[in-house]
């Protein structure tokens, strides 16, 4: 096993990746930006090394920076985390030219996935079901764009082959939308992943995204922990986890797992990585594309199938066996998780960013809770607006409902405006609660309820600030109420004190009245 590693990212991934890291007595090294300074994952590190200014173009996505800290540092592997580096095969490429372990798949696994149309190319060979549509698409061959949509019918999509975070996908619903279509998902590919080439696939209505979580190790073995349900979704992204999925059996998991580790043994794949499909209303399923790292919504699996993964992806790196799997391969309960993100429900979602003045976790039985935040964190604006991620376990689905709500009453964040509202309001709504939704359900079903309303904490929020206004005016008054309290409970005690000691009479208690 590595002694240090490096850390390639931030946030609460870096934090994750530390605690298994010291659970295993292995170093670690953290990476940070000017703004990041100060934050958790810097101090909790053995060693930390500054890498530049606050765009991530300026920092965390500096292959050279990062190489060059990992040696300056001796770390023998890198963890790239997800998002930034962490599917860039030159990244991978880099370490290995350096002689440091990634901790991720192959290079050459990287690129044949990497592409959403090389990967749907190979998932045919592979014989996993893929999305009816067209992969090889010339913006300028207008004719024979217009024929394959129609080949494909509508709606349908226009989607960039370097996609990634719901960027570069366009809904076609008529022929004669597809000219702009294609012009703006090309311009979006062009502009977010330096690659303007598009492809069609049919929009499946009314379709789940469901993933399954694979594990691959150096010696052959591939194995598939089961799925997560994803489908609630804004802007295609992800805004809560679930494992398993209401809409899968044991069948059909069966079917789904084995499609997800054919898919992985198509191209060599090594360590951790998420097979995404989509569901269809008939129980049909089919290949969407390959996360080539681990997933934001990781935990939920770890839960369910009592895994750290984490712990297993440095194993694998290390070149070790997968661990032996020491019950039946399927999961146990019921885990939830709620992306908690530093924005405005209230206000379209926007960002907020700001100064954190308090921060109180949720804990108790089946509470997790994955986070950067703590008193005094200065939320930059450079980066995505995660700021934790609460996830729950409990026996059933509905015991983790209800666990997830008591979590989220419990979770106190205060300076920067959070989506916790969305995620109560979430737990309200009947055909969340019931499992009744698809990736269009939450735009097309779901509105914010008005601020407070169905907020248990709202009444003690009010009944609170009333108390702290009237001690004000009261402070004003030239009264002190606080500390004339405090003076009659100490008066109290130190006459009972002296009582007990026997020192009689009523003459030591004026002591404690001061004024
Ligand atoms: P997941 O499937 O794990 O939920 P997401 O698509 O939400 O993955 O992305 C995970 C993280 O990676 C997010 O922080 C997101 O902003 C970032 N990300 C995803 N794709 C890209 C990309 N192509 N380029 C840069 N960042 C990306
Ligand atoms: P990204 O790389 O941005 O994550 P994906 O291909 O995984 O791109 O798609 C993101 C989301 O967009 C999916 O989770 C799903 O909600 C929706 N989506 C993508 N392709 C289709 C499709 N063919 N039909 C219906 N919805 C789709
Ligand atoms: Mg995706």
């Known amino acids: 096993m590595f002694k240090r590693i490096l850390l390639a990212n931030r946030g609460e991934i870096a934090l994750r990746v530390q605690r298994t ?22 101090r909790d590190a053995d060693l930390a090394v500054p890498i530049g200014p606050g765009p991530s173009s300026e920092s965390y996505l500096v292959i050279d920076k990062i190489i060059d800290a990992a040696r300056r540092t001796g770390a023998e592997a890198i963890h790239p985390g997800y998002g930034f580096l962490s ?12 002689g440091i372990a990634f901790i991720g798949p192959p290079a050459a696994a990287m690129r044949a996935l990497g592409d959403k149309v090389s990967a749907r190319k190979l998932m045919e060979q592979a014989g996993v079901p893929v999305v009816p549509g067209a992969n090889d698409i010339d913006p300028s061959d207008l004719a024979r764009a217009r024929a394959e949509a129609e080949r494909i019918g509508f709606p349908l999509l226009v989607k960039a082959a370097a996609g990634g975070g719901g960027r570069g996908i ?15 998902s090309g311009a979006e590919a062009a502009s977010s992943f330096g690659d303007a080439t598009i492809f069609l696939e049919r929009y499946i209505q009314r379709s789940r995204h469901v993933e399954v979580q694979i594990m691959a190790d150096a010696h052959g073995e591939v194995r598939a922990y ?9 802007r295609h992204q992800k805004l809560t986890e679930e494992a398993p999925s209401v809409a899968v059996d044991a069948a059909l998991r069966r079917r789904m797992c084995d499609a997800a580790i054919a898919a992985a043994r198509s ?12 569901l269809d209303d008939r129980g049909e399923f089919y290949f969407l594309e390959v996360n080539a790292r681990l997933q934001v919504e990781h935990p939920v699996t770890e839960l369910v199938y ?18 032996p799997h020491t019950r039946p391969l399927e999961p146990y309960g019921w885990a939830i998780e709620a992306r908690i993100n530093g924005e405005d429900p209230y206000q379209n979602f926007m960002p907020s960013v700001g100064l954190v003045t308090q921060v109180e976790a949720p804990l108790g039985p089946g509470t997790r809770f994955d986070t950067m935040l703590c008193d005094g964190l200065d939320v930059p604006v450079f980066y995505d607006s995660l700021l934790g991620k609460l996830i729950v376990w409990a026996e059933t689905r509905e015991l983790a409902l209800r666990r997830m709500r008591r979590a989220l009453l419990d979770l106190v964040i205060a300076g920067v405006e959070t989506n916790i509202p969305f995620h109560l309001a979430l737990l309200d709504h009947p055909d969340y609660v019931s499992g009744a939704v698809d990736t269009g359900w939450l735009e097309r079903e779901f509105a914010m309820p008005d601020a ?4 248990p904490r709202a009444e003690t929020a009010l009944i609170a600030a009333a108390l702290a206004a009237s001690m004000t005016s009261a402070a004003a008054n030239g009264a002190t109420p606080a500390a004339s309290t ?25 002591r404690g009245t001061g004024s």
């Open 21 to 42: 890291c010291r659970e295993l007595g292995i170093e670690t090294v953290a990476v940070y930006s000017e703004p990041d300074r100060h934050q958790l994952h810097v």
């Open 87 to 98: 599917e860039n095969p030159r990244f991978a490429d880099a370490c290995e030219t350096a």
């Open 170 to 184: 366009r809904v076609v619903e008529r022929l004669d939308d597809l000219e702009a279509a294609m012009r703006a």
């Open 226 to 234: 089961g799925e997560r349900e994803c489908s609630v979704q804004r």
């Open 267 to 278: 191209c060599g794949y090594r360590n951790a990585g998420t097979v995404e499909f989509l």
């Open 306 to 323: 009592g895994v750290d993964l984490v712990r297993q992806q440095l194993l694998v790196a290390a070149g070790e066996p997968l661990p």
């Open 452 to 455: 407070g309303a169905g907020d």
């Open 486 to 510: 405090n003076e009659w409970v100490r008066t109290n005690r130190l006459r009972a004190l002296e009582q007990r000691a026997g020192a009689g009479g009523g003459r030591g208690w004026r």
